[in-house]
Each structure stands twice: as C-alpha cells, then as structure tokens.
C-alpha cells in the first residue's frame, strides 16, 4: 500500500503547536503535500526540515509568512522541482513537484497552493492570471509524465460542492469562469482535460460531508455552511493502480473552533467519509493506493523509485 496525505497546513509552526506531528507519525503516510506553510527557510531548518521521520521539500514565498508549499516524503525522489516557470507566481511559494523516476516510468508528486480572489479585485484578477498559466503546464506534464496533484485550490467546482451555491455565484471561489476552468480541466474527451477528481470519482453525490473549508464568521463551521476547495487530481492514466475502493481513515477531532486572525479563514472539520482531522486549522485528507512488487516496507531500503506502483 502507498499512501498519500493532502495537509493544509494554514502555518507550520501553529500546526506542529497542535499536535500534527503525533498524528503523522500514527497514520505513517509515505508523502504529504502541504499547503500553506506560512515560513521561510530559516524557520524550518533545524525544526521542521523532518516530520514524524520523513524528510521534507518546498517551496517558499518571498514575502514572510505567506502561502507556501511542501512535500514531506519517506522515500527519496529522483528530482525536485520548485515552481512552475511563472515570473509572477513562483514568488508566492505554490508550487513544488517530487519526481519519482525509473527507466520504466515517470511518476511526479505536486503540492499546489492556488491563489484566493476572496480580498478583492486584484486578487482575483491574479487569480485569473494563474490559472491561465497553470492549465498549460499541467497539459504539458500530463504529455510527458504521470502525477497526482494536491492542494487547495480554492475553486468549488458544482452546486453540491458549496452549502449555499445560489448566493455564491459572484463570489470569488464559485464564479463562471473559475468552474469553467475546472470543467475544462477534469473533461474526459476533450483534449483540454483528461484529469480525475478523485473525491468525485468516489462519492459523485456527496454534499454535506464533502466540505473541507467553513468562514469564520457566524456560525458557518457549526451549521456545516461549508465549500469544498481542496482536492486529489489525477490523470486517468492511473486507473491501474489506484485503487477502485480507496480507504478513507476517519479520525476523531473537537469541533470546537480556531479562528486565524485576519480576513481570511481557513477553519477545516474532520469528515466521516474523505478521512479529515481538522488540528485546530488544518485538515488531511489520506488515502491509500495498492503497489505491485514488493511491500513498501521492503522498498524503504530499495533503490530509488522502486516502490513505485506499476
């Protein structure tokens, strides 16, 4: 079994604070993606360049503690990449890509942090800005190499995938145009697309349960006025390996509320059915997906690559 982790982290240090690490070291991930890291290289070397004993790589924002991106694996990859190749984005510390190569096959891991158009106009434009320039890139990727993406993306893709849709639709994360790029992108003829939402894959109706972010303001985490902005996308490619019955591990966690300081929120709720603990502010989302060949607990010591499910 390989499994993979989706973490936001909404800062380092106040997610290790909380106890994120403990709970890395009992679920035993091979990877997770991290969102939201909120530190420089500074602040994690010596602290967090390890967690729950897998070595980690990012992505750094210039400005201090903002966005931010990371991967933390147990197996070593074969290449690391920071960034996409955009000017503009690669100061904000979104994205960074692990390459588990062999000579039979390419395989990346990628934790992507998309912006937030929630502040105002000019965000939202850049928001625009970015995933004009993202779609290209992963279509040149899905041509030359296999990868599984996480991250938030900030975009709730249909109507069930927000509580209320309806007052939402001239909202940053429910506009048009940004479910329209998320159509374009998950397409299953079109040459523009030919990703897989896995979550929608596995539970194509969900609606109440499938929400990984709430406000802060009212009583939206209480009354479950949540969105679902984070997600697990794959080529579907990799319909022989990943598993038709992906396990999602459900864990206990209060409900009682965090509030980060400032405008935006970032409160995460544990969910029954896509395996969520929310420490405070930060989520996971875990699933495990079957390997062929040897178990993993034999690949640890086998060259790199290895493990990688066929």
């Not at 459900?250 to 405008?263: C, E, L, M, N, Q």
Request: net charge positive; hydrophobic share 35%.
């Amino acid at each position: 079994m390989f499994k993979l982790t989706s973490l936001n982290l909404n800062g380092i240090r106040s997610a290790t604070s909380k106890g994120v690490e403990p709970w890395i070291a009992s679920m035993r991930p091979d990877c997770i993606c991290v969102q939201e890291v909120k530190a420089q290289a500074a602040d994690i070397a010596t602290r967090f360049e390890q967690l729950a004993g897998m070595n980690g790589h990012f992505h750094f924002a210039q400005k201090k503690g903002y966005s931010g991106v990371g991967i933390y694996t147990r197996h070593e990859p074969s290449e690391v990449i920071a960034g996409y190749g955009s000017p503009e984005f690669d100061a904000e510390g979104r994205y960074i890509e692990l390459r588990f190569d062999t000579p039979a096959r390419k395989l990346s891991i990628i934790s992507a942090y998309f912006p937030s158009g929630s502040s105002g106009e000019e965000r939202q434009l850049a928001k625009f800005r970015f995933l004009e320039e993202f779609h290209p890139h992963l279509m040149a990727a899905k041509g030359q190499r296999e990868f599984i993406l996480c991250g938030d993306i900030n975009i709730a893709h249909q109507q069930i995938d927000l509580k209320n849709w309806r007052s939402n639709q001239k909202n940053s994360g429910f506009l048009p145009e940004e479910r329209a790029w998320m159509t374009k992108l998950l397409h299953t003829t079109d040459a523009g697309g030919g990703l897989v939402d896995v979550y929608r894959q596995l539970q194509p109706t969900a609606t109440d349960t499938a929400y990984t972010w709430w406000s802060n303001r009212g009583q939206a985490y209480a009354n479950n006025v949540g969105w679902r902005l984070d997600y697990i996308l794959r080529q579907k490619t990799h319909d022989n390996w990943v598993c038709p019955n992906l396990v999602f591990t459900p864990t206990a966690a209060s409900r009682r509320s965090v509030k980060p300081k400032g405008i935006a929120s970032n409160v995460r709720r544990p969910q029954r059915v896509f395996g969520v603990r929310r420490m405070g502010m930060s989520w996971m989302k875990t699933w495990h997906c079957r390997t062929l060949g040897s178990p993993l607990s034999r690949a640890r010591t086998q060259p790199k690559g290895h493990w990688l499910p066929s």
